[in-house]
């Protein structure tokens, strides 16, 4: 497996952002108690606000977790998952609900362990109409009951129906959103295009946050001199304190989604 170095799950397991990756696996499995959240769709208002890079990671994070995890390319417009991942994109989604491949003709696995992938394959010229034919959502009801997550990547969903269509028969939605880019009325009008097909959206992804960490002050030693009774000059030690400067990150953006 080929990832790009954005995943940053797969290279760099003790980064803060990994950690806040792993927060949001968390609170997915907490939820909802009543009915466990297993089908997931991750979507943004726009393009390039980071919802690739959240779908491949979201996923790394829940397969090192221990759980079995399927990857949908479900962008049929402009998929990226493939790229994402290095793997090919020869046959995928849509060779499944196109030509009837089956499902193991379709899925690869991904060099981590629990961790399998379907990428979109060829694009077709009707993504919305095969993301919202019954033989999609057969096939989802179907598939779900092999995996304990399926993580669902489709377009963004503020000028486009693709993630509405699916949004209303998976578990929970997700929207990404990129900090100081996306306008409040952007969001406002993705949330709204959700809820009219009753999708259950379950939170929203902050993405290319840049945090400050708290200020801080680091101890350091030094001399002083001073002159004792007899006219010696004497050297003492003290200790003092001084503020570091502010430590910085940003979460990553596929540069695409």
């Known amino acids: 497996?080929?990832?790009?170095?954005?995943?940053?799950?797969?290279?760099?397991?003790?980064?803060?952002?990994?950690?806040?990756?792993r927060m949001l696996r968390t609170n997915i499995q907490y939820?909802?108690?009543?009915?466990?959240?297993?089908?997931?769709?991750?979507?943004?208002?726009g393009p390039s606000e980071?919802?690739?890079?959240?779908?491949?990671?979201?996923?790394?994070?829940?397969?090192?977790?221990?759980?079995?995890?399927?990857?949908?390319?479900?962008?049929?417009?402009?998929?990226?998952?493939?790229?994402?991942?290095?793997?090919?994109?020869?046959?995928?989604?849509?060779?499944?609900l196109v030509e009837n491949k089956k499902f193991e003709e379709i899925v690869q696995k991904d060099g981590?362990?629990?961790?399998?992938?379907i990428t979109?394959?060829?694009?077709?010229?009707?993504?919305a109409e095969l993301l919202g034919s019954k033989k999609f959502e057969n096939f989802l009801n179907t598939i779900s009951q092999s995996y304990d997550y399926i993580i669902i990547d489709t377009p963004p969903c503020g000028s486009l129906t693709d993630a509405a269509i699916i949004g209303r028969i998976v578990d929970g939605v997700i929207l990404v959103a990129a900090a100081g880019e996306v306008q409040i009325?952007?969001?406002?009008q993705a949330k709204e295009n959700?809820?009219?097909?009753?999708?259950?959206?379950?939170?929203?992804?902050?993405?290319?946050?840049?945090?400050?960490?708290?200020?801080?002050?680091?101890?350091?030693?030094?001399?002083?001199?001073?002159?004792?009774?007899s006219g010696e000059t004497v050297k003492k030690k003290k200790v003092g304190r001084r503020r570091k400067k502010d430590d910085r990150y940003t979460l990553p953006s596929d540069g695409r989604r």
């Open 1 to 21: 497996m080929n990832a790009v170095k954005e995943v940053i799950a797969l290279y760099n397991p003790r980064s803060p952002i990994t950690e806040s990756y």
């Open 31 to 45: 939820s909802s108690l009543d009915k466990p959240i297993k089908t997931i769709v991750i979507t943004s208002t």
């Open 50 to 96: 980071g919802k690739t890079i959240t779908c491949a990671n979201l996923a790394v994070v829940m397969a090192q977790a221990g759980s079995k995890v399927l990857v949908i390319d479900a962008d049929l417009r402009r998929p990226a998952i493939h790229k994402v991942f290095g793997v090919s994109n020869k046959v995928g989604l849509t060779n499944l």
């Open 112 to 117: 981590v362990e629990g961790l399998d992938l």
């Open 120 to 127: 979109s394959g060829p694009i077709p010229p009707n993504p």
């Open 185 to 188: 009325e952007a969001i406002q």
């Open 194 to 229: 959700l809820q009219k097909v009753n999708a259950n959206i379950i939170g929203v992804v902050l993405n290319k946050v840049k945090r400050q960490t708290s200020s801080y002050y680091y101890y350091y030693y030094y001399y002083y001199y001073y002159t004792d009774e």
